[in-house]
T-cell receptor, first 115, second 113 residues
Framework: DAGVTQSPTHLIKTRGQQVTLRCSPK?????VSWYQQALGQGPQFIFQ???????QRGNFPDRFSGHQFPNYSSELNVNALLLGDSALYLC??????????????FGSGTRLTVV | QKEVEQNSGPLSVPEGAIASLNCTYS??????FFWYRQYSGKSPELIMF????GDKEDGRFTAQLNKASQYVSLLIRDSQPSDSATYLC?????????????FGKGTHLIIQP
């Protein structure tokens, strides 16, 4: 049973550039959420996708955008990168009908470094 | 603004003892509560979830919830060195639908052999 897979594992970008991170949810899951985790902090909710639409968004600027595909996989795009965007980006999947009651399965993350 | 508070530690516990981790939350509408374990450089791993007042036990782990006091805790019995990690408390607001989690900053637990 495949878990949540994310790519790439590490990425180095320059300020002002754009980046795309990818996520495939756990088999059978239909909802994908994205989180940003800065060093020494807990993960912060960016947004959640279900049925190819953004359902909920955390306190992140419009530079952060996403997409969900018919196969439930998802992308996170960040434009005009800032040094402060350096973090571990985590994808979490769940089954919408469970209403998140049983928690979310996290992928191994993408470590983004902005220089 | 929804907040989840945890003591960042480090919390040092001798091997074989009980480790007690605590978490408070600000939003009374919070419905579901989760404990995640995160090893350094790794992603969070779900340990326990609880949504009813009282205790929930799973092996060496017990989650305790007190909604009136807006308090949730995690007890780890017979602590092992492999339990050394950062423990993240997370809450979910809505009773229906899939909503984002609000995490605390985590408590760094060290089990001393």
């Amino acid at each position: 049973d495949a878990g949540v897979t994310q790519s790439p594992t590490h990425l180095i970008k320059t300020r002002g550039q754009q980046v795309t991170l990818r996520c495939s949810p756990k088999s059978g899951h239909d909802t994908v959420s994205w989180y940003q985790q800065a060093l020494g902090q807990g993960p912060q909710f960016i947004f959640q996708y279900y049925e190819e639409e953004e359902r909920q968004r955390g306190n992140f600027p419009d530079r952060f955008s996403g997409h969900q595909f018919p196969n439930y996989s998802s992308e996170l795009n960040v434009n005009a990168l800032l040094l402060g965007d350096s973090a571990l980006y985590l994808c979490a999947s769940s089954l919408a009908r469970d209403g998140g009651r049983y928690g979310y399965t996290f992928g191994s993350g993408t470590r983004l470094t902005v220089v | 603004q929804k907040e989840v508070e945890q003591n960042s530690g480090p919390l040092s516990v001798p091997e074989g003892a009980i480790a007690s981790l605590n978490c408070t939350y600000s939003d009374r509408g919070s419905q579901s509560f989760f404990w995640y374990r995160q090893y350094s450089g790794k992603s969070p791993e779900l340990i326990m979830f609880i949504y009813s007042n009282g205790d929930k036990e799973d092996g060496r782990f017990t989650a305790q919830l007190n909604k009136a006091s807006q308090y949730v805790s995690l007890l780890i019995r017979d602590s092992q060195p492999s339990d050394s990690a950062t423990y993240l408390c997370a809450v979910r607001l809505s009773g229906g639908g899939a909503d984002g989690l609000t995490f605390g900053k985590g408590t760094h637990l060290i089990i001393q052999p």
